[in-house]
């Protein structure tokens, strides 16, 4: 399954009420619809300046790791229903004991598209093995600088060195699975923006690259870099941003990029945010999944699942109200979100 042509299929539906209506379509049809946003473990062995990890207080306050057993049971509950499983969401993947056996519990469950998100730094070219083996569909990687003083400055305890290995790994990995999807995902800021145009010299035309992502830099709890302005984001659009875009496409590659009006967004702290339709699109296909709290605080993982719960809580009756604006979904109000809808080149 393509999940990005599908983001193109959907995002071409303008109107939030229609999009709600083919929701409520799935959703009583039994079909596949969330995305499963899942923390095996709640640690992480950087501490990259622009995460909360960097954050002594905050970072007292992370931690826990899910058991097989505990696993066993969000697969039951919540993967049947499942379009994508998202394994690495604000903590490292990689630190879980056997992320193979958490990508074939994925596919056990026939979830279509499982993806890992990881630093990559203590990934082994037999770990990767394993999980393109157990059907792993993407591996992500998380990236903010393409210089070894960038990389290493922002992405604290990381080398450059075993990035690179990283990059070989992936070639020879790609070679006998070539199914496997490489996503980056760039983290823009300031300090960074400009290096994007030496992109092609790391990432060479022999290096598998599927889809990049360039992310604006978002204040995420007190991390230790300051520099949230946009203006550098806007400065280098057209000589920088733009001609990445161009060569992505020229290439293959799939370019997820905000657009100005995203950026000038999220410079703009009394912008308009989304709709409450809008935003109930996202809160109805997002199942955030950490230790300690397994999708909604109602939610008993042991003894439901996400069908009965469903049930329990009339969520068909709820999407089909929102849709014809009868009433509201709980948890969804109007108000302003600083999550972007990015142009797909």
């Known amino acids: 399954m393509n999940v990005y042509r599908l983001l193109r299929t959907f995002g071409r539906i303008k109107s939030p009420r229609l999009k709600l209506l083919a929701l409520w379509a799935l959703h009583v049809m039994g079909r596949r619809y969330v995305g499963v946003f899942l923390d095996p473990v709640l640690a992480c062995n950087l501490r990259c300046k622009m995460c909360y990890f960097s954050d002594d207080e905050r970072r007292k306050e992370l931690h826990g790791r899910f058991s097989k057993e505990q696993l066993q049971q969000v697969a039951q509950a919540l993967f049947p229903r499942a379009l994508k499983l998202q394994i690495g969401c604000g903590a490292e993947p990689t630190l879980f004991a056997d992320l193979p056996w958490l990508v074939r519990e994925g596919k056990t ?60 790994m992936i070639r020879n990995v790609r070679k006998d699975f070539p199914r496997l999807k490489v ?15 030496r992109f092609g010299e790391v990432f060479t035309p022999d290096t598998p690259l599927d889809i990049l992502q360039l992310r604006p830099i978002q204040k995420i709890g ?25 060569s992505c ?8 990029m905000p657009t100005r009006e995203n950026i000038l967004a999220l410079a703009d702290a009394t912008a308009d945010g989304k709709s409450m339709r809008q935003r109930a699109l996202e809160e109805l296909t997002y199942c955030n999944v950490t230790p300690g709290h397994v999708w909604q605080a109602d939610f008993d993982v042991s003894r439901e699942t996400f069908n009965s719960y ?16 009868w009433n509201t979904v709980d948890g969804v109000a109007e108000g302003r979100t600083k999550k972007l809808n990015y142009t797909i080149e």
């Open 109 to 168: 469950h026939g979830v279509p598209y499982v993806s890992v998100t990881t630093n990559g730094q203590l990934l082994t070219e037999e770990t990767l093995r394993a999980l393109a083996k157990a059907g792993l569909d993407e591996l992500t990687i998380s990236l903010h600088g393409l210089t070894k003083e960038t990389y290493e400055n922002l992405m604290q305890g990381a080398s450059f060195e075993k990035f690179k290995e990283l990059l070989g």
């Open 183 to 197: 996503r980056v995902n760039y983290t823009l800021n300031a300090d960074n923006v400009v290096e994007l145009s």
């Open 222 to 246: 007190n991390s230790n870099y300051s520099n949230f302005s946009m203006q550098p984001l806007l400065e280098h659009y057209d000589d920088t941003l733009l001609p990445l875009a161009s």
């Open 249 to 256: 496409k020229a290439r293959g590659v799939v370019c997820l």
């Open 310 to 325: 469903s049930r329990r809580n009339h969520r068909a009756s709820r999407i089909l109200q929102l849709a014809l604006g």
